[in-house]
């Protein structure tokens, strides 16, 4: 099956008993554990965000210069323009800004740049364009930061600019602006750098409005969709602005907003970070990624249904159409990889791919071959690409590291675009190559479980709906990858459009599941009913003509793998208690387990392979090895270096009472056992 790399916290979180007695249930209790909470005072701040106070604007390093300048514009009466970027980031940028400023009476133009054509940031060409509107400002959002020839073109022209980002300094060196407003420009002391670029345009509405509270009431849904959608950290500020903009959009939605999860067929009411990951977003990106960014835009901005509409209609339409020309790109990718299998970042060139959906596929290609990807669409002798990581590599300074073999780059440490000759794709693959052995980043387990869940009866919809309350979820703060092992296949089929998801019911200890597992299906897996898997999942309510129930949707699933327990109860006498007692033995155990012993002349065997493959029939090979932990520990067995490899019987003169031993005691709880006896 997929995956077979898996890292399983067996042990439970050691949880605080401050978090025990504030009345939490103990699995939401394990999950702030988890999250480093450790306090009532931070659980309560944590789920609880209406005492949050957000921090002063002007503390942004620019922002004064940026207001003074931007309410002259009002003032006067100047032509401005909102100058953004075509991703979701740069959308809600544009639109909340946009609104603001016409709402103050300006003549504001939003301008977002060509992907295909302009590629990203400011250009001059743009400038040229806007100047011949009469544009005497020009205000960036989410764009800028690395435009220093740019705003002196803009300056040569009588057009003052405001650039507000989110992105690196490149070297440290900010464009000469009439202000600059970049939480990570040199000498910003604003506490939060994380915010996104919809975040830094936010604060600057803030303090031009000098409002927050009001601002916050309009645009907390504008600044929730792009921070999500940019993948920024939810922790802090942006926890904060998600939270509450969520909530408005479940309370009163923007005409867009709601037009496209009608048009999609999803609740508002039951809207969460995924939601906007996985609905709203791709749409919303994919009028940037075809070309049509400004139609996002109007979405965002219409007033009325009608309109909304209508643009949400043609936001779908416009995300079947990048489905499709991506998947095209990715199977063209594969064919170009096909036979090499490399450990070095792939680095592939083509002419003719379509730049705004390569993004996609590059992340694709990261996530099945797990090293850096960098795809470049060629046209004529320049390349433009686009890059994603994976585990913990920094994209961003890799480019640095090769900036001489390119045109421009720009991005963050796990995405990030380029410009570059086709001349010098070659040379770029072997630089990077090069950078990548000298800083190779640490290997990550394909799938990082960190609960596992050895009583199925705690995923009650009590416990389930309590860890809803630790919304929103996403970077800095992921739902918990939870884990369950030895379950059993009840059922399954393939459903959605040609099959695409598997759906199954999974039993464990009696208890029964339903379970989701999408863009996977029965086939990868050669799945059949009785089948004895393990899965990571998160769980989630399901709810259907009236009633609720919990369905596990996975991230990952493998044939059943007992290996890591068995060693450690043979090796380690039995560590991870949580997990392993829901082996324990019993009197039936130990008799079968010692019968079995005296089949094979009362040897386990020399290797844990042996011991396996001489484990009784029908008997959990969990609970066979700690039968015969146990008899070590007993003295029953013994080997030439005290261990359990190679061990042979020994014979005892007196009664061995095995629910005395160590082992056992420990993982039944019990002080004093009236045991088994078992004969030498």
Known sequence: MNKNEWKIEYDLPEIPSELREAGLSPLLCAILSLRGVKTAEEAHALLDYDSFSLPDPFLMKGMRDAVDRIRAAVEKGETVAVYGDYDVDGITSTCLLTDYLRSKGLKCIPYIPNRDEEGYGVNSGAVDRLSRQGVNLIITVDCGITALEESLYAAAHGIDMVITDHHECRDGTVPEAAAVVDCKQPGDAYPDVGLAGV????????????????????????????????????????????????????????????????????????????????????????????????????????KDEQTAALYANELYELNTQRQSTENAIWKEALQLLHPARTD????????????????????????????????????????????????????????????????????????????????????????????????????????????????P??????????????????????????????????????????????????????????????????????????????IAFTPQLNEFRGNTSVQLVLSALRRHSCEALCTDSLEQG??????????????????????????????????LEEILLRCPPGMPPETYCICLAVFLEAGLLCGAGKGIYGSRYVKQNSKVVLEDTGIYRKLSGAEETDGAETNG
């Open 574 to 607: 039995c560590s991870h208690v949580q997990a392993q007692k829901a082996y324990l033995p019993d009197r039936s155990a130990f008799e079968k387990a010692w019968r079995n012993l005296g089949k094979n002349n009362f040897s386990p065997g020399n290797t």
């Open 199 to 302: 975040g830094v345009a936010f604060k600057l509405v803030c303090a031009i409005e000098g409002d927050t509270e009001r601002i916050l009431n309009r645009y907390a849904d504008l600044a929730a969709i792009g921070t999500v959608a940019d993948v920024m950290p939810l922790v802090g500020e942006n926890r904060f602005l998600v939270k509450t903009g969520i909530e408005q959009m479940k309370s009163r939605p923007r005409p867009g907003i709601a037009a496209m999860f009608q048009r999609t067929s999803s609740d508002l009411r039951s809207l969460t970070a995924g939601s906007i990951s996985f609905i709203l977003a791709p749409r919303l990106n994919a009028a940037g990624r075809m070309d049509e960014a400004m139609k996002a835009a109007e979405l965002l901005m219409a």
């Open 457 to 534: 009866a705690v995923l009650s919809v009590e416990n389930v709906r309590d860890i809803d309350l630790l919304e929103p979820y996403g970077n800095g703060f992921s739902k918990p990858v939870m884990c369950m092992t030895g379950m059993r296949v009840n059922s399954y089929s393939n459903v959605g459009m040609n099959g695409k998801h598997l759906k199954m019911t999974l039993l464990k200890n009696g208890v029964g599941f339903d379970a989701i597992f999408f863009s996977h299906n029965s086939r990868e897996f050669a799945l059949r009913e009785g089948d004895v898997i393990d």
């Open 344 to 455: 070095l970042p792939i680095v592939l060139a083509k002419e003719g791919w379509h730049q705004g959906v390569i993004g996609i596929a590059a992340s694709r290609l990261a996530e099945q071959f797990c090293v850096p990807t960098f795809m470049i669409s060629l046209s004529g002798d320049i390349g433009k690409g686009s890059c994603r990581s994976y585990g913990n590599f920094n994209i961003y300074n890799a480019l640095n590291a090769c900036s001489d073999l390119l045109v421009s780059f720009g991005g963050h440490t796990l995405a990030a675009g380029l410009n570059i000759r086709k001349e010098n794709v070659s040379a770029f693959r072997e630089a990077l190559a090069d950078y990548y052995r000298k800083h190779l980043p640490e290997p990550l387990p394909e799938v990082v479980c960190e609960l596992l869940i050895t009583d």
